[in-house]
């Protein structure tokens, strides 16, 4: 039987092969030509393309698929903007939600209200009608509890991050967490997963890699999702993050025994790690030691698995580099930089640190919307840490200019699928410093993810390649800088201006192919598609 050809014609192919091709073979899963239309070959369907661009199809480098279709189909408190709003928001839900009905909510953040105050837990109560009801954080590494659900939950009461007001943090919010999402029943829980898969296709995102791990998620929920990659939705790479765990990362079925395996918190609820204290006080919190971090990344070596650790202040980083220096000391440097081993987040770095990225091999899995919704002088990081080092923080231009091996995501739902959007916070960093290019920062975001987990050959449109792709209508904005990819020296002058990105209508996903399978078409699969003259 021959294998099946489509031919993508009419538009602009972003491609090395051709820097003027507008037509793309698709032949079964693999890129069969590109070129000019005027020298396409013949094929058994055609598309119109219109004048959109092609790209190869975004990577979201670090996701967590439940908690996003909940976000994205439930309460979602993003924005709300005081205590009042917030109550309001869970009691509107409350009316409208079963009698015995877990209250899920996500996404609020104190640092953008006027009036920073919290409600408590007997409010909270009040307003979810005596349900439990579990309000997770921006940062998702703290939330805020009803009395009902801190009752439902004895052992967070014994545990550090325990505060009777009902915002709790490290192991209280787990105990909390793991009780409020035992609630989600397992047909429940793939269908979420579905939605935020469905959204993630929507957004030209053929691939993501969900970071699970006992205090993140369950065994159940993570096989769930990895259940489901491929099957006519984006593909799931998993990462398990449980400390010396990568034997039962390998049963569960991970490409690695890392992703969210805590050195510490995060920034927004006060639990990164910090040489330096926070403006209010403390450092926050570490969690492993570097002969724990040595030894889980020998078990990786042991297992054939690449490991990785969640890292935000630069006391934790500094942790995690000394454990991978005393790896390289006992495996070598070559032996570990083969192994692509990740750090998540990597916020606080200062340069001593980002030579040992380079000299490990590190992948550094980061995601430029932080920047852009908490960097610069007056947003959470500064309010948090002080201006001079928030403007220090997620130097990705310094970080890709030596060499360090990017991967971005959006750790949604902590920031939402949004690849364009994180292609354009990264070319304009708050510190001009640290900005770089629009063509390097989309390599980030889709060789860089592919890289990560060994797909090597994803990620670039040549003869041969993977057929994964995106299909966008680029509108321009106002001073032509959209689209990014096709007018390379305008976007390049318009980055190195201080300041936001100017407003510009994004690039609009049409269609999303993976592996030449369609996962997303915003008319229906068949639209656009004639039989060959």
Same mark, same amino acid.
């Given at each position: 039987?021959? %294998?099946? %050809?489509t ?10 092969a ?9 032949t ?7 070129? $000019?239309d ?5 094929a058994?369907?055609t ?6 661009l092609?790209?190869?199809? &975004?990577?979201?480098?670090h #996701? ?9 189909t ?10 009042g709003e ?18 899920l ?6 640092? %953008?209200w006027?009036?920073? %105050? ?9 307003a ?9 954080? !921006?940062?998702? +590494? ?9 009752a439902? !939950?004895?052992d967070?009461?014994?545990?550090a991050g ?5 915002? /709790? ?9 793991? /009780? ?7 047909t429940?829980?793939? *269908?979420?997963?579905?939605?935020a ?5 929507s ?7 969900e ?13 769930s999702? @990895? ?6 939705? =984006?593909?799931?790479y998993?990462y398990?993050?449980?400390? &010396?765990?990568?034997?039962r !990362?390998?049963?569960?079925g991970?490409?690695?025994a ?9 920034l ?12 209010d ?9 570097a *002969?724990q971090?040595?030894? +889980?990344? @020998?078990?990786?070596? *042991? ?6 650790? +969640?890292?935000?202040?630069d006391?934790a980083?500094?942790? #995690?580099?000394?454990? &991978? ?23 606080? #770095? ?5 030579a040992?990225f #380079? *000299? ?8 430029p919307?932080?920047?852009r919704?908490?960097g ?5 990081y500064?309010q ?5 080092r928030s403007l220090?923080?997620n130097? &990705? ?10 991967a ?6 902590v920031t939402?699928?949004? $690849?364009?959007?994180? /292609? @354009? ?6 510190? =001009?410093?640290?900005r ?15 890289? !990560?987990?060994?797909?090597?050959r ?10 994964t ?9 106002r001073?032509g800088? @959209? ?8 976007a390049?002058?318009?980055a190195?201006r201080?300041? =936001?990105? $100017?407003a ?6 049409r269609?999303? /192919? ?9 008319e ?6 004639v039989?060959a003259?």
């Open positions: 039987m021959a %294998t099946p %050809t031919l993508y014609r009419g538009g602009r192919i972003h491609t090395p051709d820097p003027n091709a507008t037509a793309l073979l698709v079964g899963d693999s890129v069969g030509w590109v070129g $000019p005027a020298d396409a070959p013949r058994d369907r598309v119109d393309l219109a004048g959109c092609v790209t190869p199809a &975004f990577v979201d480098a #996701v967590h698929l439940t908690d996003t279709g909940l976000a994205h439930g309460l979602d408190l993003s924005g709300v903007r005081s205590a917030l109550l309001d928001a869970v009691a509107e839900a409350a009316r409208h939600a079963l009698p015995d009905a877990v209250l909510g996500h996404g609020w953040d104190e640092s %953008t006027s009036d920073p %105050t919290l409600p408590d837990a007997d409010a909270l109560d009040r979810a009608g005596g349900r439990l009801a579990y309000l997770s954080q !921006a940062s998702m +590494h703290s939330a805020l509890c009803s009395r009902a659900l801190l439902a !939950a004895p967070a009461a014994g545990a325990y505060d009777p007001s009902g915002w /709790v943090r490290r192991d209280a919010h787990h105990a909390v967490r793991s /009780v409020a999402l035992g609630s989600v029943k397992a429940q829980r793939a *269908e979420l997963q579905r939605a898969l469905r959204l993630a296709a957004r030209g995102v053929a691939a993501v890699h970071c699970g791990g006992p205090q993140i998620s369950s065994e159940e929920d993570f096989t999702a @990895l259940a489901l990659s491929g099957d006519g939705l =984006p593909e799931v998993g398990w993050g449980e400390l &010396f765990g990568a034997d !990362a390998r049963q569960l991970a490409v690695g890392g992703g969210d395996l805590f050195a510490d918190g995060a927004g609820a006060r639990t990164a790690h910090l040489r330096e204290p926070y403006l006080g403390g450092n926050g919190h570490g969690y492993l030691t *002969e971090v040595r030894d +889980h990344l @020998l078990q990786c070596h *042991e297992h054939q698995l690449s490991g990785g650790f +969640h890292a935000i202040g006391a980083i500094a942790t #995690v580099l000394a454990g &991978f220096g005393a790896v390289a000391e006992k495996l070598g440097a070559e032996r570990l930089r083969a192994a692509r081993h990740r750090v998540e987040h990597a916020e606080l #770095v200062d340069r001593q640190m980002v040992r #380079v *000299e490990y091999g590190i992948v550094a899995s980061m995601q919307a932080f920047d919704l908490w610069g002088e007056h947003q959470m500064a948090r840490i002080g201006p001079q220090a923080a130097p &990705f231009g310094a970080m890709h200019s030596v060499g360090v091996a990017l971005f995501g959006s750790d949604t739902p939402p699928v949004d $690849p364009w959007g994180a /292609v @354009l916070a990264a070319a304009y960093h708050h510190n =001009p410093a640290y770089m290019s629009v063509r390097a920062a989309f390599a980030a975001h889709t060789r860089g993810g592919w890289r !990560a987990v060994g797909q090597d994803h990620g670039v449109l040549v003869p041969g390649a993977p057929a792709f995106a299909v966008w209508h680029t509108p321009a904005g001073d800088t @959209l689209p990014v990819l096709v007018e390379p020296e305008v390049a002058r318009a190195a201080p300041g =936001p990105p $100017p510009a209508e994004p690039p609009v996903c269609r999303t /192919v993976l592996r030449g399978m369609v996962i997303f078409d915003a229906g699969e068949a639209d656009g598609e039989a003259s």
